[in-house]
């Protein structure tokens, strides 16, 4: 099974910046397309940003288009998101996910994504 770990989320004042990764496990973790997902309090769980395998297609939510960077480093397991000029909005437990399968463009359904991190806080106070 790969697994999925989740860190550098925190707490931040509106308009700073944040540097999420996840850890991956898995012998063929550089052919899966991976992504972020997000829970904010009392809400459902949404689509934040996607990459595919090669790392060279990637796909954002409207919600944060422009301020935020997802990347991979396939040689050291590790998908990255770069969240700047952040928002009271953008507070949520932030989740990682791959899919498992070789995808040649960014997924953003969540039933396209196979395995879950458990997830980190990212709060955004005004």
């Known amino acids: 099974q790969v697994q999925l770990v989740e860190s550098g989320g925190g707490s931040v004042q509106a308009g700073g910046s944040l540097r999420l990764s996840c850890a991956a496990s898995g012998r063929t973790f550089s052919r899966y397309a991976m992504g972020w997902f997000r829970q904010a309090p009392g809400k459902e769980r949404e689509f934040v940003a996607a990459i595919n395998w090669r790392g060279d297609s990637t796909y954002y939510a409207g919600s944060v288009k422009g301020r935020s960077t997802i990347s991979r480093d396939n040689a050291k397991n590790t998908m990255y998101l770069q969240m700047n000029s952040l928002k009271p909005e953008d507070t949520a437990v932030y989740y990682c996910?791959?899919?498992?399968?070789?995808?040649?463009?960014?997924?953003?359904?969540?039933?396209?994504?196979?395995?879950w991190g458990q997830g980190t806080q990212v709060s955004v106070s005004s």
């Open positions: 996910a791959a899919t498992g399968s070789p995808y040649y463009t960014a997924r953003y359904y969540q039933n396209e994504y196979s395995y």
